[in-house]
């Protein structure tokens, strides 16, 4: 019998609260691997890698095989183990690290695929990239993740999706058609609600508004954050608060005024209560103090001169905001904070994230869906956005609809919104979805999925394509990378990408070493409106298209062809073939 | 013309300080005022204003033509009514909107006043007429560079120059090194063995379009040691633009080719014996209003590396320029505080750039009849597009055109 002992950074059971963290997806992948690894032996997940080596003694002691699975990026992989290893990795560029850096000796990782003896990666594409680096004959294997098998899918679809819809997610949604633009911004009834944990509770809330920080999330009419802090780019920004305030409030700013904002006296509005104050030539500490009546979530500023200056650059030069706090001028009893507690329920500062509640959706016509890390650039989903808005923008029977996978919702909603906000009204909807969604209702949302959409520049797997393609859904995607392994137009309305220049994401050197694509913006444009054209006019190409999308799947990513790739590459032993159950 | 014309004219900012203000966003319409003005006193003559409101009192028998070298949305409203803006845009609508209470943000407040609208190529001529009317006066005159830079197509092979400023070579600083070296300053003597690349950009206008093309050099000729790139920078601020450049020599460690970054104003004698021997020139924006650069080193018989959107497409095919591929997305006019998306840009193929490169290179070192046809080939394209001759017959046949011409 063989046994495979597994280990992931972030184990599966991990996800959830780790969504969107570095290396949170090989956790995903060791969860699409595991089933089948049951089937073709036992399955031992280690909590350090450190202790594959006594599992291997065990087995060696009754004879049995071992294999350590790393399901890790090689840097991040042990060396030096009597357990056989190899990692499992995803990779999205043409060469892999084969310099050291940051005196950290697995940085090249030609040293740990050494030292491993073998590989097994998730693409083609990557298979390349190993063997360009550890020679021809380095035993490397594209053994993609068995995704095909995971999900209880529907009958094929004889016709696209279209009609009236409903279903429901845990989480938060963003809507665009339920904003209001205006120059300075955009707003809509629920989205101060939506971006606010509830009532305060008195506590103190420091908002950082640098760029690594989560506090430029909430800001409406900045640019995007800088290592000091970020600036407002209209006449009256905005702070989206992550809580409900009423009553007295300090709001402790550091802030000043850029170009002719120096020294500049502007207002700010909390709620029903307003105040005026100077903005200082440099940097310094601004205390305003609100006392509003109404529950407030919006902190707006007024009166900055906005124009775009001749000089350097065309960004106009307003108001500097380092750091924002929120707190009460006088200490509140302890028993009112514990009352708040009990009406929010959460306790607002430690929870990074949004209250979950199950919001239902409505959709017709076609829906177009995408799940993606939104702080992944590589996912490139400001491109999917515009070129949806631009393909759509005198079509109400569009949908593009985003699930974000990322524990904090903060990590990109100054993005979106900035983003929604330079695109203004369109008769298309855009819905982004915020929330971790259990099987019954991922495979809810691919039932009402018409097409699945992907722009992304460079990927090492892309399981969110396949899942919806194992269900028989057709995609508008780029067919770069890992996508060219099972992604062609029989199946697709293929985005045309091509190379550009970048880093290894992980070498804070950022030494130019690699090539990612980038994505043809009107190659996207066309690609949404020839889908929807299909989808309202050619029922039957959509039905061809959807069988192609499955029966691919069926072939790359099926148990029984993932589970001969890893019996041929293992060297698995027939007695492993005994314990395997006959895939479906 | 039977009139007698009068134009004055007037650009933002003092010719006096052009080397302080290089890379500043109004340095330009400064340089192509300066380019109009033998063309101008070709047809009438030409009063030059400090201020654009401080009209002289008219002449009997003369009539005034206020030509104002800005964006529509800077001429003042209350000249708006016979000032026509001679302006440059490189993008597929004109604003329309009156952002920041300014009226004149609305493109179409100002031109509709205005006599006319004069452009510099028929791609901004189309996205005028598109907001204002198939019969909206408005032509398409680039700056008449051909005439001064010409003469140079005759050049012999070129293969040093001198050039005043601060330079950081490849060739005698080991890019490998993270620390900027020294640039080295005053004149100094350079020697080149095979093709030059030459490119001239702000290092911070834009950032991504000289990092495309420095990029896909490397990316291209990486094994290549007897190519060169020159970046010309034009920045005001000298160690900022050559720090900016430093960061992506060091970053693109390690390569062959050779790489020169050149910051300084150089003589006119300078800049003629830089084109003289430049072999190609270099053009990765995503939109141009004209570039001059690119006309300037073409005129000179020096065929290009360069996209063919906006006005590029005026001038630039596949028999004077290795042609990079672009395609739309999605943008903002350039001084909108909101960036609202109103417009389209064309970011370059960085694929394609890189290409681009290696067939240059190759039909440099190969085939150098052909490259030395695609240069005479550009000379005389340019020729037709930019020469004294062809703009000032476009002035003269746009000052017919009725209502252009305003008496008072």
Known sequence: MTTFAVWAPIPPEGIAANLGQPEYSYGFVLARFRPLLEKLGRVVAVRHPEEAD??????????????????????????????????????????????????????????????????????????????????????????????????????????????????????????????????????????????????????????????????????????????????????????????????????????????????????????????????????????????????????????????????????????????????????????????????????????????????????????????????????????????????????????????????????????????????????????????????????????????????????????????????????????????????????????????????????????????????????????????????????????????????????????????????????????????????? | MTQQLRFLIHAPQDAKNMSAELGRADYSYRFVLQYFRPVLAEIGTVVELPDPHDLPDGLPGVTDVLLLFMPPHQIPLDLADRAIPVFAWEYTTIPTEPFGDDPRNDWREVLRRAPGAITHSQFAVTAVREAMGADYPVVSLPAPVWDTYAPLADRGPVNSVELTGAILDTATSDPAVGAMPTPTSGTTSLDFTGPVFTTVVNPYDGRKVWADTITAYVAALREEPDATLVLKLVHHDRDLALAAAWDFMHRLSPYRCRILAVHGYLTDLQFAELIAATTFVVNSSRGEGQCLPLMEFMSAGVPAIAPDHTALADYIDADDAFVVGSWPEWAWWPHDPRRFLRCLRHPVDWDSLRSAFNDAHHAATSDPGTVHAMGVTASQRLGSHCSRETVTVGLRRFLTTEGVVRDR
């Open chain 1, 54 to 584: 006594a599992i291997y003694d065990e087995c060696r002691r009754i004879g049995d095989t071992c294999w350590f699975l790393v399901f890790a990026p090689p840097h991040r992989a042990p060396t030096g183990l009597r357990c056989p290893t190899t990692t499992v990795f995803a990779w999205e560029f043409e060469t892999i690290p084969d310099e050291a850096w940051d005196g950290e000796p697995r940085n090249d990782w030609r040293s740990v695929l050494a030292d491993h003896g073998r590989a097994i990666v998730l693409s083609q594409h990557t298979a390349t990239a190993v063997r360009r680096a550890m020679g021809p004959d380095f035993p490397v294997a594209a053994i993609p993740a068995p995704v095909y098998d995971r999900f209880t899918l529907p009958p094929l679809r004889q016709e696209p999706p279209l009609g009236q819809r409903r279903f429901s997610v845990a989480g938060t949604v963003v809507d665009n058609q339920e904003f209001s633009f205006t120059d300075d911004g955009l707003s809509s009834p629920q989205l101060g609600d939506q971006l606010s944990h509830g009532a305060w509770d008195g506590t103190r809330i420091d908002l950082d508004m640098n760029a690594q920080a989560e506090g430029p999330a909430r800001l409406v009419g900045f640019y995007h954050p800088e290592p000091w802090g970020t600036w407002s780019r209209v006449a009256a920004p905005a702070v989206l608060l992550p809580v409900t305030v009423t009553g007295p409030v300090e709001v402790d700013l550091v802030a000043h005024g850029l170009g002719a904002n120096a020294g500049r006296t502007i207002r700010a509005t909390l709620g029903d209560d307003e105040v005026s104050f100077r903005l200082p030539r440099r940097r310094g500490h601004i205390r305003l103090r609100f006392d509003s009546r109404e529950p407030a979530t919006v902190l707006q500023f007024h009166g900055i001169r906005a124009d775009v200056p001749p000089g350097l650059d065309e960004r106009t030069m307003g108001m500097g905001l380092a750091r924002l706090t929120i707190r009460r001028p006088t200490p509140v009893p302890p028993r009112v904070t514990a009352a708040t507690r009990r009406l929010t329920g959460r306790d607002a500062a430690s929870d990074p994230g949004l209250p979950g509640r199950t919001v239902p959706i409505n959709v017709a016509g076609v829906l177009f869906t995408s799940v993606l890390n939104p702080v992944d650039h590589r996912k490139n989903w400001p491109d999917l956005v515009s070129a949806f808005c631009w393909a759509f923008r005198d079509e109400p029977r569009a949908t593009l609809l985003l699930k974000m996978t990322h524990r904090s919702v903060a990590a990109y909603a100054s993005d979106l919104q900035d983003l929604l906000h330079r695109i203004g009204e369109t008769r298309c909807r855009v819905l982004v979805v915020h929330g971790y969604l259990p099987d019954a209702e991922y495979e809810a949302l691919m039932e009402a999925t018409t097409f699945y959409a992907n722009a992304s520049s460079a990927e090492g797997l892309c399981m969110p394509l396949m899942e919806f393609m194992s269900a028989g859904i057709p995609a508008v995607a780029t067919d770069n990378t890992a996508m060219a392994d099972y992604l062609t137009p029989a199946a697709a309305f293929v985005v045309r990408s091509s190379p550009g220049y970048t880093h290894w994401p992980h070498d804070d050197r950022r030494m130019i070493r690699a090539t990612e694509n980038r994505v043809d913006w009107q190659s996207l444009v066309d690609a949404f409106r020839r889908s929807f054209a299909v989808a309202l006019e050619e029922p039957a190409v959509y039905a061809d298209m959807a069988a192609a999308a499955r029966a691919t799947m069926v072939a790359v990513s099926g148990d029984p062809a993932v589970a001969a790739l890893l019996r041929d590459f293992l060297h698995l032993p027939d007695e492993a073939l005994g314990h395997r159950a006959e895939p479906k």
